[in-house]
């Protein structure tokens, strides 16, 4: 599996799925945000793996979503 470019997370959309939640991420820097499930018990260690291993989701789309939580600059 590929990884994706190291990002910080800036904001995160959280939907409900079947079987799971599925989350878009977008991150500090990029063109694209990505989009994953959620597969630990730890909110930020969800983002994390979204960021790392997701699939890209277009940037523009990602921000007409309903954010969940942001992330101030360079934190996660």
């Known amino acids: ?3 994706n470019k190291p990002n910080k ?3 995160v959309s959280w939907f409900n799925g079947c079987g799971g939640r599925i ?3 977008v991150g500090q820097t ?3 945000a990505y989009i994953g499930a ?3 018990h730890d909110e930020d260690a969800d983002v994390e793996h979204i960021l ?3 699939a890209k989701f277009p940037l523009d789309a990602a ?4 954010v969940s939580k942001r992330y101030p600059d360079g934190e996660n």
Request: aromatic share 4%; hydrophobic share 45%; net charge positive.
């Open 52 to 54: 790392m291993y997701g």
């Open 63 to 66: 921000l007409l979503l309903p």
């Open 38 to 40: 959620a597969l630990r």
């Open 9 to 11: 997370p800036k904001q």
């Open 30 to 32: 990029g063109e694209h």
């Open 1 to 3: 599996m590929s990884a």
């Open 23 to 25: 989350g878009v991420v």
